[in-house]
């Protein structure tokens, strides 16, 4: 069954700083990655997806996220932080092979880091 | 394009009532699941579908019941609420193959006393 860890439930950054979001995930065959904002009170959007084309993927927003197979890392990472991407941040995981049966198609969140940016 | 609509936005329920949260969805998709999002728990599967008459449990299924009678229409039922059931419910939708991302709707916040 694959998982993904988020480290860090709480990130604080300064205006104009780098944005690191940390996440790990666990899968024994080849994963497909994602990582979703949300905006207080609504639901999730997709920022980016990493799909096996390119191990840099670069998404909405001026967020990028490097896959490292050798780490089981997606890291989500920005140059310049602004006040708009306070938010919380989802990585999640879904498996390239069914396990059997209906549970193809599932995507595995991990439990979010929250951003906050300061001017 | 509506994309995944929910509704109600927001329910209270007392403790034993029962109701359905609605999710349909304009893009065709055979994908489509529930989620609840409770602070620090990330969020959690309830039920999903991958097509009409098709549903399988998740995570987190007990206390909830769903059905797929159409590719647009997978309502979630609560049967007895009880104050565990207190969350922010998530539908989401998503197209063929393992890349296609999930397509959420806005959410359903319910408070259960």
Redesign the interface.
């Known amino acids: 069954a694959q998982s993904v860890t988020q480290l860090g ?1 709480h990130v604080s950054v300064s205006e104009g700083a780098l944005v690191l979001l940390r996440c790990n995930y666990s899968s024994s065959v080849p994963p ?1 990655l ?1 990582w ?1 904002v949300q905006y207080p ?6 920022l980016l ?1 990493y ?1 096996s084309a390119a191990t840099l993927v670069k998404g909405i927003n001026g967020f990028e996220a490097e896959f490292k197979k050798s780490e089981t890392s997606f890291h989500l990472t920005k140059p310049s932080a602004h006040m708009s991407d306070a938010a919380e941040y ?1 990585c ?1 995981v ?4 069914p396990a059997g ?12 880091t929250i951003l906050t940016v300061h001017p | 394009n509506a994309g ?1 609509t929910q509704t109600p936005k927001f329910q209270v329920l007392k403790t034993g009532q029962s109701m359905t949260l609605q999710c349909a969805q304009d893009m065709n998709h055979e ?1 489509m ?1 529930w ?1 609840r999002q409770d602070p ?6 309830i039920h ?1 579908s ?1 097509g009409a008459g ?1 549903t ?1 449990q ?1 995570e987190v299924p007990n206390g909830y019941n769903v059905s797929r009678s159409t590719t647009e229409d997978f309502p979630l039922r609560l049967l007895s609420a009880a104050p565990s059931q207190t969350s922010v419910y ?1 539908c ?1 939708s ?1 197209g063929t193959g ?2 296609s ?2 397509h ?4 359903t916040r319910l408070t259960v006393t």
């Open positions: 439930s497909y994602f979703y009170n609504q639901g999730l959007q997709l997806k799909t989802f999640a879904s498996v390239s092979r049966g209906t549970s193809y198609g599932k995507l595995t969140f991990g439990q979010g | 995944v994908y699941s989620y620090g728990m990330g969020l959690r599967l999903y991958v098709i399988d998740g998530f989401a998503r393992y890349n991302p999930l959420f709707g806005n959410g």
